[in-house]
Structure formats: structure tokens, C-alpha cells
């Protein structure tokens, strides 16, 4: 499994804490084994050993959907994903091209809400 094609824990921490729920098919957990506290992700049809699923973690092509039709999305060399729709431009430079997926859906959410 690619990492980058999945939300990092942080990011989709980012994506519950925004109160956006997405359906995935994975889902990040915190297991406690050993003395050893750590994250892992699962697929949601997984147990967790010793911990509760917390957060969805979203593949690119789940996020990608949630985009808005006739969404402008650019990715730069220096690794910059470029955003340009009707509400506006918005630009965030990250490793991880999901994890700017994420947070480019959580600014259009904001941005909608600030044009109603």
C-alpha cells in the first residue's frame, strides 16, 4: 500500500475535527500492545487490537469526489496543489498530494459557508 495515496492521521484528524465525515474504506486506529502506543491503518472490515477505530482514512480518488464539479486543480514541481473555483484560489504546498486534497475540502467547506 502507497502511503501517499491516504490521508495521514493528522489530516484526518483535521477532516473529523472540521465535522466532515467521509465513507471510507480504511480507517485509522490507536492500538496499545506491549507498552507500544502507535497508529495504524486498516482496512474497516479489520479489528483493531486493542483499540477502537477514530478516524476515516480517505484514499486521494474519496477526497477527489468531494471536489466540486468544474474544480481547477493544478500540482506544482515544488509539490504545490492549486485550487480554482467559483470561491475563489487557494493554494497549500504538502508532501502528501491527499493530505492536500484534505485540506483544500475542509477551505472549500469554509468558503462556502462564509459565501451564505
Excluded at 489530516?11 to 506491549?34: N, P, S, Y
Excluded at 486521494?60 to 473555483?85: D, F, Q, Y
Aim: glycine share 6%.
Amino acid at each position: 500500500m502507497n502511503p501517499l495515496n491516504y490521508g495521514t492521521r493528522e489530516a484526518c484528524q483535521r477532516l473529523v475535527d472540521a465535522g466532515i465525515v467521509l465513507e471510507t474504506e480504511f480507517t485509522w486506529g490507536h492500538c496499545i500492545m506491549k507498552k507500544a502506543d502507535y497508529w495504524i491503518i486498516q482496512p474497516n472490515s479489520c479489528h483493531f487490537l486493542n483499540g477502537e477505530p477514530e478516524y476515516p482514512a480517505p484514499s486521494m480518488a474519496e477526497v477527489w469526489r468531494e471536489l466540486p464539479i468544474g474544480s481547477l486543480i493544478t500540482k506544482c514541481r515544488n509539490g504545490e496543489i492549486t485550487h480554482l473555483s467559483g470561491f475563489g484560489e487557494y493554494s497549500i504546498a504538502n508532501t502528501n498530494p491527499t493530505d492536500a486534497l484534505i485540506d483544500l475540502l475542509i477551505w472549500l467547506i469554509w468558503a462556502r459557508k462564509e459565501k451564505l
